[in-house]
Structures are given as C-alpha cells and as structure tokens.
T-cell receptor, first 115, second 113 residues
Framework: NAGVMQNPRHLVRRRGQEARLRCSPM?????VYWYRQLPEEGLKFMVY????????ESGMPKERFSAEFPKEGPSILRIQQVVRGDSAAYFC?????????????FGPGTRLTVT | KQEVTQIPAALSVPEGENLVLNCSFT??????LQWFRQDPGKGLTSLLL?????REQTSGRLNASLDKSSGRSTLYIAASQPGDSATYLC????????????FGEGTQLTVNP
C-alpha cells in the first residue's frame, strides 16, 4: 500500500507566477489535510477536505490560496501570484475517516521556493 | 485556542544516554497525541500515537506517555544512537477543532558518537 504521495517534491516559481501542489492520499483514504511549514517555524494547519468538499479552511490565507479534492484525481493546493513569503514546505496528510481517533499519515512534502 | 509547547528546543547528548523530550498543551480536550520525527529537508515520520484514553505507548526504544488532565506528554528514548538525531515534533488532535493537528515547534536532538 503506497503511502501519501506529493508532487512535485521541489518547485521553484518567480514572484507573480502560480504554484500547483498535488497530493494523492493513501489508498482507501478519503480525507486530506494540508499543512505549511515556514522556515524556522512549526507546521500550521491550512485546510481539510473530503472528496468534492472543503470541510475546514480556517487556516488558509484569505487571498491567493485555494484547495480542491475532486471526485477523481489528487487533491490540489493552488497558490496564485506567489510572493517570497510563500516559500515554505507544504505537507499533505490523509486519513481513512475524519473522526478524531484516526491517525493522519503524512507525505514527503513539496518545497516551494519563490525567487 | 490550543497551544503546544515543546521543551527543550534543542538537546545534545552523547551516544548511549537515555533522554526525555517534553510536550505540553493548553486544552486537555483532545482525541489523541502523536509524536513525529523529521529529518532535515524531509517529511514527517509518525513514531507513536496515543489515544486520549491511553496512558502510554511503546515502540522499540521509544516510550511515550500522556497525562491528559495536566496537558503533558513525554517521549522517552532509551540508549540513544547517532541515527536518532532529528527534530521531534508532538501534535495534538483537539476535540473542538474538528480534524486538524496542532503542532509544537519541535525539539532538535543531536546524539554525538
């Protein structure tokens, strides 16, 4: 059973470009979470999605950031018009259900660098 | 708002030493607590998951305890090895915040040969 997959592993974008980060959950998992780790900071929750639904986006910046988890295919975290402050490691996690007792399994992360 | 604190921020020990990492959280209404390991530039490896009804979990040389009422957890590493060098993160899953994990800032551990 393959783990959580994220791609690309490294992404370089110039200021003003768009960044698309993809996350494929573990087989059988229908719940996806995105976290961001800024340089020298801890991981912060961004958004929680189920298939075709955003359940909790309270950690997402109000502008330029969006996330989706379509019926088919990976979850996508999209950052429009990137700025240098968006440079960070973005981690995706998945779980088989959204109830609190289930463990979240993390992917290897995507490291975004904005030049 | 849940806050998770890890002490110490950094720790350097000689090989073979037993050590304890500390994690505290402000809101005791949690589902569970997880300890992770993160190597530089890498992802998170889950080490131990303790449900709120449990007191401790063990895996090999690792033992994690949970005192939910006092908002504390410890990760005990026995007979430390240089390969244990990494950043250790604890995270809690809170009953009132849905499904998010709230992370501490981590303890950076260096085990010297």
């Amino acid at each position: 059973n393959a783990g959580v997959m994220q791609n690309p592993r490294h992404l370089v974008r110039r200021r003003g470009q768009e960044a698309r980060l993809r996350c494929s959950p573990m087989k059988g998992h229908s719940h996806v979470y995105w976290y961001r780790q800024l340089p020298e900071e801890g991981l912060k929750f961004m958004v929680y999605l189920q298939k075709e639904n955003i359940i909790d986006e309270s950690g997402m910046p109000k502008e330029r950031f969006s996330a989706e988890f379509p019926k088919e295919g990976p979850s996508i975290l999209r950052i429009q018009q990137v700025v240098r402050g968006d440079s960070a490691a973005y981690f995706c996690a998945s779980s088989p259900a959204g109830t609190g007792y289930h463990e979240q399994y993390f992917g290897p992360g995507t490291r975004l660098t904005v030049t | 708002k849940q806050e998770v604190t890890q002490i110490p921020a950094a720790l350097s020990v000689p090989e073979g030493e037993n050590l304890v990492l500390n994690c505290s959280f402000t809101d005791s209404a949690i589902y569970n607590l997880q300890w992770f390991r993160q190597d530089p530039g890498k992802g998170l490896t889950s080490l131990l998951l303790i449900q709120s009804s449990q007191r401790e979990q063990t895996s090999g040389r690792l033992n994690a305890s949970l005192d939910k009422s006092s908002g504390r957890s410890t990760l005990y590493i026995a007979a430390s090895q240089p390969g244990d060098s990494a950043t250790y993160l604890c995270a809690v899953r809170q009953e009132t915040s849905g499904s998010r994990l709230t992370f501490g800032e981590g303890t950076q551990l260096t085990v010297n040969p």
